[in-house]
């Protein structure tokens, strides 16, 4: 698999790879008012989760709410939302 324009090769048409600064950049370049950009999960936690008791589990929700409220994690996510507001 090779990433290229961020695409793979194999998965073109179906994912986009792009960072939270590009995306902020095109989001402006739209006229829009960058409120929040933020990741809402992490690839390091996939496989763990599911194997978490409840006191680990409830750690993790600590740790991951921190990440999804800190610009510098929202790289780190495999999913991000960015909420925008148009300017006139």
């Known amino acids: ?3 290229e324009h961020s695409t793979l090769e194999s998965l073109q048409g179906i994912f986009f790879f792009t960072s939270p600064e590009e995306m902020e950049h095109d989001a402006k370049l739209k006229n829009l008012e960058v409120i929040k950009n933020c990741g809402v999960d992490f690839i390091f936690a996939q496989g763990a989760i599911n194997t ?3 006191e680990t589990f409830n750690l993790y929700m600590k ?3 921190k990440m999804v409220g800190s610009a510098f994690c929202t790289g ?3 999913h991000a939302l960015m909420v925008c507001k148009k300017q006139r």
């Open 1 to 3: 698999m090779t990433l």
């Open 52 to 54: 978490m008791d409840d």
């Open 63 to 65: 740790l991951a709410d």
């Open 76 to 78: 780190l996510s495999d």
